[in-house]
């Protein structure tokens, strides 16, 4: 059974442009978790969405968005980059809600902001 | 809310001696914890849980963890240490309404010495 596919996996961008990260979760997981991990703060919870709706949200500025398809696969926004926002993004899937569910992780996509 | 601390951001041990990792949360209700490794340019993997029951969780690669509610501890450990078992591991909370997404502690990296 193919893992959790996130696209792509390295991702250069100046200041000021907008990016887009893609999660194909694992096959029959309705949950998609996004996280963001730097050195600095370490792996912090951007948001989590259900069957296409948004049920948790991080404490992350309006530039970071996302959004779930109906084959629940998730993309994940951030508009007018910084140099902070330099970090390894990791996207999670799930059965269901929840932390009572595994959680499996993809292998992240590493953006660089310059 | 949900925190965590990890004591030590990097741990070295020799090959075949006994591993442990510190991890202490603090929440104000009852907690789920969990124990993630992340090996190198990968996402992480769950090695073990507690949500109820019995305190002593067993894992996968020989890893274990004991819940102390009167310590607020999670610490991981495993009698005997093999190389591959070099890697970044986090320690994690969330509620055990099981519907809040997970706050990792700051990580620590373990060095396995030959």
């Known amino acids: 059974k193919a893992g959790v596919t996130q696209t792509p996996r390295y991702l250069i961008k100046t200041r000021g442009q907008q990016v887009t990260l893609s999660c194909s979760p694992i096959s029959g997981h309705r949950s998609v978790s996004w996280y963001q991990q730097t050195p600095g703060q370490g792996l912090q919870f951007l948001f989590e969405?259900?069957?296409?709706?948004?049920?948790n949200k991080g404490n992350f500025p309006g530039r970071f968005s996302g959004r779930q398809f109906s084959n629940s696969r998730s993309e994940m926004n951030v508009s007018t980059l910084e140099l902070g926002d330099s970090a390894l993004y990791l996207c999670?899937?799930?059965?269901?809600?929840?932390?009572?569910?595994?959680?499996?992780f993809g292998q992240g996509t590493r953006l660089t902001v310059v | 809310a949900q925190s965590v601390t990890q004591l030590g951001s990097h741990v070295s041990v020799s090959e075949g001696a006994l591993v442990l990792l510190r991890c202490n949360y603090s929440s104000s209700v009852p907690p789920y914890l969990f124990w993630y490794v992340q090996y190198p340019n990968q996402g992480l993997q769950l090695l073990l849980k507690?949500?109820?029951?019995?305190?002593l969780v067993k894992g996968i690669n020989g890893f274990e963890a004991e819940f102390k509610k009167s310590e607020t501890s999670f610490h991981l450990t495993k009698p005997s240490a093999h190389m591959s078992d070099a890697a970044e591991y986090f320690c994690a909370v969330s509620a055990n309404s099981g519907n809040t997404p997970l706050v990792f502690g700051k990580g620590t990296r373990l060095s396995v010495i030959a």
């Open positions: 969405y259900f069957s296409e709706t948004q049920r």
């Open positions: 507690y949500t109820t029951g019995a305190t």
């Open positions: 999670a899937s799930s059965l269901a809600v929840g932390t009572f569910t595994e959680a499996f």
